[in-house]
């Protein structure tokens, strides 16, 4: 059993059990019994009516509806994604599956696919990440392709520089 000190923490600076500082939200029962009362004040024909006014409001080009329709329906957007550490964060998520035979053989068509530059389309019923992990492979498979491109015209391009200055 961990000992208390006088600041209600234990000796790894955890909060101990039966600390006294910490005694949770005081106005929280407030808050339910007032919560409780609103809800009790609307019927379901009430949030019906309601619900048709924003609707109404949302047709007729209300801005502040249409946000608040779409911010309960749709929920928050994703966070964009930062493409500075998009591929750190696909291998992190590469690195954290169990490899199987699905994943290793669509790995073995990103591979062909970037030696004999042919276009693959993979089918894949799994989950979304591997989807996802999926399309990264593909991406990255026709970036190394242009890099490849890049490099030859580059040398193409360094050869005459050099043919010339001869």
Same mark, same amino acid.
Request: hydrophobic share 40%; aromatic share 4%.
């Given at each position: 059993?961990?000992?208390?000190?006088?600041?209600?923490?234990?000796?790894?600076?955890?909060?101990?059990?039966?600390?006294?500082?910490?005694?949770?939200?005081?106005?929280?029962?407030?808050?339910?019994?007032?919560?409780?009362?609103?809800?009790?004040?609307?019927?379901?024909?009430?949030?019906?009516?309601?619900?048709?006014?924003?609707?109404?409001?949302?047709?007729?080009?209300?801005?502040?509806?249409?946000?608040?329709?779409?911010?309960?329906?749709?929920?928050?957007?994703?966070?964009?994604?930062?493409?500075?550490?998009?591929?750190?964060?696909?291998?992190?998520?590469?690195?954290?599956?169990?490899?199987?035979?699905?994943?290793? $053989? @669509? %790995? /073995? +068509?990103? *591979? =062909? #696919?970037?030696?004999?530059?042919?276009?693959?389309?993979? &089918?894949?019923?799994?989950? !979304?990440?591997?989807?996802? $992990? @999926? %399309? /990264? +492979?593909? *991406? =990255? #498979?026709?970036?190394?392709?242009?890099?490849?491109?890049? &490099?030859?015209?580059?040398? !193409?391009?360094?050869?005459?520089?050099?043919?010339?200055?001869?």
């Amino acid at each position: 059993m961990s000992q208390q000190n006088e600041s209600g923490r234990n000796e790894n600076g955890q909060f101990a059990k039966g600390n006294r500082f910490g005694k949770g939200n005081p106005f929280a029962r407030q808050v339910a019994q007032l919560r409780k009362a609103l809800v009790d004040a609307f019927s379901e024909e009430d949030i019906a009516e309601i619900a048709q006014k924003l609707k109404q409001m949302c047709l007729e080009g209300n801005l502040a509806a249409i946000k608040i329709v779409f911010s309960y329906l749709l929920g928050k957007p994703d966070a964009p994604v930062d493409p500075d550490t998009l591929d750190l964060k696909e291998w992190q998520i590469r690195e954290q599956e169990p490899t199987s035979a699905t994943s290793a $053989s @669509v %790995k /073995a +068509s990103a *591979r =062909r #696919a970037n030696r004999h530059q042919t276009v693959i389309s993979v &089918s894949v019923a799994a989950s !979304a990440r591997r989807a996802t $992990s @999926v %399309k /990264a +492979s593909a *991406r =990255r #498979a026709r970036a190394n392709r242009h890099q490849t491109v890049i &490099s030859a015209s580059v040398a !193409a391009s360094a050869r005459r520089v050099t043919s010339v200055a001869a």
